[in-house]
T-cell receptor, first 109, second 114 residues
Framework: EDKVVQSPLSLVVHEGDTVTLNCSYE??????LLWYKQEKKAPTFLFML????IEKKSGRLSSILDKKELFSILNITATQTGDSAVYLC?????????FGAGTILRVKS | DGGITQSPKYLFRKEGQNVTLSCEQN?????MYWYRQDPGQGLRLIYY???????QKGDIAEGYSVSREKKESFPLTVTSAQKNPTAFYLC?????????????FGPGTRLTVL
């Protein structure tokens, strides 16, 4: 059975802190790994990762994939209150997207 | 504006009633998906459609039905057979159904059974 596990389940930090969110997976037919940010409603797309070791970066967010160890991390530097959200990791296995339970991030001012 | 719309935003249903959730996209995407999200759990796939007039069951299809008569529309019916339908329902679409394309999500419908 395909499985995606995210850790930690929740996290509270202060503005300016750096956070690292983890995603490990076991799937039968890996094609890519995606990160989404969900603020109450629709998840919004952040990154798609297909190759090991290549960092994807967008502003203060970055992510990297390790296909040998079967995990990915999402880093957020200099956190802001607007980063408070649920961060979802999902793995494309065959034609389906398998989601982790998400990490709830709360950034306090 | 291109995007995915879902309606209604909130829906209340009495036990024993069927309800239909709407999902429309004008992105010209071939594939569309329905997910269910419960507190503390990831999104779980209910049904997906890779092309018009074709759809497949996801991991939790029991008690749900769909149709895909038009490319832009993928309505989901929650039947009275669904034992615990209260949840947040998300519709998504992707360019193709080949799995490698990013899925984009609608704003969701929150269904509450009274």
């Amino acid at each position: 059975e395909d499985k995606v596990v995210q850790s930690p389940l929740s996290l509270v930090v202060h503005e300016g802190d750096t956070v690292t969110l983890n995603c490990s997976y076991e799937v039968t037919n890996f094609r890519s790994l995606l990160w989404y940010k969900q603020e109450k409603k629709a998840p919004t797309f952040l990154f798609m990762l297909t190759s090991s070791g290549i960092e994807k970066k967008s502003g203060r967010l970055s992510s990297i994939l390790d296909k040998k160890e079967l995990f990915s991390i999402l880093n957020i530097t200099a956190t802001q209150t607007g980063d408070s959200a649920v961060y979802l990791c999902a793995v494309v296995s065959g034609n389906k997207l398998v989601f982790g339970a998400g990490t709830i991030l709360r950034v306090k001012s | 504006d291109g995007g995915i719309t879902q309606s209604p935003k909130y829906l209340f249903r009495k036990e024993g009633q069927n309800v239909t959730l709407s999902c429309e996209q004008n992105l010209n995407h071939d594939a569309m998906y329905w997910y269910r999200q419960d507190p503390g759990q990831g999104l779980r796939l209910i049904y997906y459609s890779q092309i018009v007039n074709d759809f497949q069951k996801g991991d939790i299809a029991e008690g749900y039905s769909v149709s895909r008569e038009k490319k832009e529309s993928f309505p989901l019916t929650v039947t009275s057979a669904q034992k615990n339908p209260t949840a947040f329902y998300l519709c998504a679409s992707s360019l193709s159904g080949q799995g490698a394309d990013t899925q984009y999500f609608g704003p969701g419908t929150r269904l509450t059974v009274l």
